[in-house]
Every structure is written in structure tokens, then in C-alpha cells.
């Protein structure tokens, strides 16, 4: 009879578009195919345990429980980075935080249930969990998404350019503050270890220098640049610094590791604040943006890239092409095995042509 019955999860960071991709792919499955469509709470943490009620647990999804989401930022499904069934948190007794596997409950769960395909959406984490998940018999269609769009096997993902129109409008809004007092401000922006967000964002909102994990930094070059700018009676400055940038020899600003999850970048704009503070004659501010690039309502772009996303997954799973990912490539929707999709990562090339755009605008790398 073919597939009937099929399960949707959002893993990972939340992201704007993710409940547009659901809208997508809930409406096509219905409407075109017929399905039951079970949204499963948290990740899989609605797998790992089907009593997992934290707000609302598993739900069915209908024509009525997706209409209006389009716009909505986040996921009416809730998400985590913290459940990964082969390395899943758990606290013993004495408080104590240890990894087990619980992925045979998953399987176990997901056989309980019916279920006869999985849509996961998610960013390279949730791709290699859901590599395993394939190789232990269930059935997974993938979907990318990340606000950092560094997978490599994809030319973007959804939530990317909300991040970037999110950041340009804060650093159009820096500029006015660092202008009327005359001042070096600092924006830490996220993007692990990818600089996509700070060098859109930073071309875009007209920064005058920015770091990134790709080009690591010296202090040398921006103080020079701060002083030559001063010399000429520009006495402001706006520098974008990513949340991995390190200086050069150095390392990335971490907060802290907790068991099961990606380490915490914290720091980088306040580091490069600390250290490069003495070396000139500025007052200098650190404005760090966090989750700010997560939230709110996805931009057309990520909106219509999302639901082709979803489209396209569901008709995926109609096809028995499990184990593949939706991509976009040059401006069409395919698909390439979720064991390339997350197998590497992209980052941006410090020679590329993006870079040497910023740097013959008199953009500053500190290299």
C-alpha cells in the first residue's frame, strides 16, 4: 500500500523557516499523498520516550494544526541539541551527568507507533544522527537547516538570510550610535565555526573591519586602521567579529562544555574589546546579537525556500528515496545522500571572491 503514515522532527538550534518546512511538507503529505503525519515533540526526544510531554509531547498534524505558520519564527514542534539517542544525557543519583545509547528505544518507539518514514530537519549534527538512525532501519529523509549555511553539500540553507537581514539592520543601527559618539563598536554575531553571517552581514551593513574563524586575526592591522581613519577625521568605527573568530595562534572563545552537547562560543567580541582597547585612542562598546539572529519571522527568501524544502521532502518519502537530504543547487531543489550531507562541512575560503570584494572596499581581516 506504500507509505501512510509518516513522522516530522526538527532538530538542533532553532531556526527561522523550520515551520515552514513542516507547512510544506504537512500539507503535500496530506494533500497530495493522504498521510497521517505525527510531528514528534523535542528532536527525538518524542521517540526516546512516548510518554515525553514537555510542553504538548508527539502530535498529529492536520491541514488546521499547520495553517498560519508560514510566518511564525521557531518550530511549533519544539527542538533540541541536547538528544542525541547514541549519546543521550542522562543524571544519575548523585546528580551526575553521563551519555547513554537509547537509540534501540527509538527504533523500538518508532516501530510502536506505526511509523513507516521520518522527515528530519536539522543541521549537520542532526544528519550524522540520522546516518545512524538509517543504519539501524529506519527510514529518514533529511531536510538542512542551519542559520550558519555550513553544509557543505547544499548552496544554502533556510534561516540563513533572516540571520543576515537580522544582523545588517543591527549593524545599520550600531553605525548611528558609534557615529554620534565618536566611538569603536564591536558586533559578535553568531555562526560557529563558519563566517557566512559575519561577512554577508558585514558587507551589507558597511562594517570597517571583520573577523572571522576562516582568517585567524591579529589586533595590529585594526588599530592601524582605527588610527588611519581617525587621522582622516572619520572618528568611528564598526567592527563585525563571528562568534569562532581567534586571534591568530589562538583559539575560539568558550564558555563551557556540557556532556552531549556542542561546545558554548561566548567571548569573541569581548575578547578582541579587552585586548585591542589599550592600542588605541577610542572608546570602544561590544554589542553581541545572539539568539536575536534565531528568532522572529523568516524572510521571503527563507520562507519559499523552506516550503520547496518540505515539497520536496515529502515527495522524497512517496518515492522510497530514503537516506537522501533536500538540496538547493544552482537555484534548483535536488537531493544528495545524507552520508555526503554529513560527511563535511563548508566554511567560507579566505581567497574567495566574496572576501577579496570586502577587501578592495577597504575591509579590514586583521591577517
Request: charged share 20%; with cysteine; hydrophobic share 40%.
Amino acid at each position: 500500500m506504500g507509505v501512510q503514515r509518516v513522522a516530522i522532527m526538527t532538530g538542533g538550534g532553532d531556526c527561522p523557516g523550520l515551520n515552514a518546512v513542516i507547512y510544506g511538507a504537512v500539507r503535500v503529505g496530506i494533500e497530495k499523498y493522504g498521510w497521517e503525519v505525527l510531528g514528534i515533540e523535542d528532536a527525538t526526544n518524542g521517540l526516546i520516550d512516548l510518554e515525553y510531554r514537555f510542553p504538548k509531547g508527539n502530535q498529529w498534524l492536520t491541514l488546521e494544526s499547520v495553517r498560519g505558520i508560514l510566518s511564525r519564527g521557531g518550530t511549533i514542534l519544539g527542538t533540541s541539541n541536547r538528544s542525541d539517542p547514541f549519546n543521550y544525557v542522562t543524571t544519575g543519583p548523585d546528580g551526575k551527568e553521563t551519555t547513554v545509547d537509547v537509540s534501540d528505544k527509538v527504533v523500538a518507539n518508532f516501530q510502536k507507533l506505526g511509523l513507516q518514514a521520518l522527515i528530519s530537519i536539522g543541521g549537520d549534527g542532526s544528519m550524522r544522527i540520522a546516518r545512524k538512525l538509517m543504519d539501524k532501519g529506519i527510514p529518514i529523509v533529511g531536510v538542512p537547516k542551519t542559520i550558519d549555511n555550513d553544509l557543505a553539500s547544499t548552496d544554502q540553507t533556510f534561516g540563513f538570510d533572516t540571520a543576515v537581514q537580522i544582523a545588517t539592520e543591527a549593524l545599520d543601527r550600531v553605525r548611528d550610535t558609534a557615529e554620534s559618539h565618536d566611538r569603536v563598536m564591536i558586533v559578535e554575531v553568531m555562526g560557529r565555526d563558519a563566517g557566512f553571517i559575519a561577512l554577508h552581514a558585514g558587507i551589507a551593513g558597511g562594517a570597517d573591519a571583520i573577523l572571522l574563524p576562516e582568517i585567524p586575526y591579529r589586533l595590529e592591522p585594526l588599530a592601524e586602521m582605527i588610527a588611519a581613519r581617525r587621522a582622516k577625521g572619520q572618528t568611528h568605527c564598526v567592527i563585525v567579529v563571528a562568534e569562532g573568530a581567534k586571534p591568530l595562534g589562538g583559539d575560539a572563545s568558550v564558555l563551557e562544555h556540557k556532556a552531549g552537547a556542542m561546545p558554548r562560543l561566548v567571548g569573541a567580541g569581548t575578547r578582541v574589546a579587552e585586548r585591542l582597547g589599550p592600542m588605541i585612542k577610542a572608546e570602544l562598546r561590544v554589542t553581541v546579537l545572539g539568539h536575536i539572529q534565531r528568532g522572529g519571522s523568516p524572510s521571503n527568501f527563507d520562507r519559499i525556500l523552506a516550503v520547496r524544502y518540505g515539497q520536496s521532502a515529502a515527495d522524497l518519502v512517496a518515492e522510497g528515496r530514503f537516506g537522501h537530504m533536500v538540496a538547493l543547487r544552482n537555484g534548483a531543489i535536488t537531493s544528495v545522500p545524507i552520508v555526503e550531507a554529513s560527511s563535511g562541512v563548508k566554511r567560507v575560503e579566505a581567497g574567495g571572491q566574496l572576501v577579496q570584494t570586502a577587501k578592495a572596499i577597504g575591509v579590514c581581516f586583521g591577517d
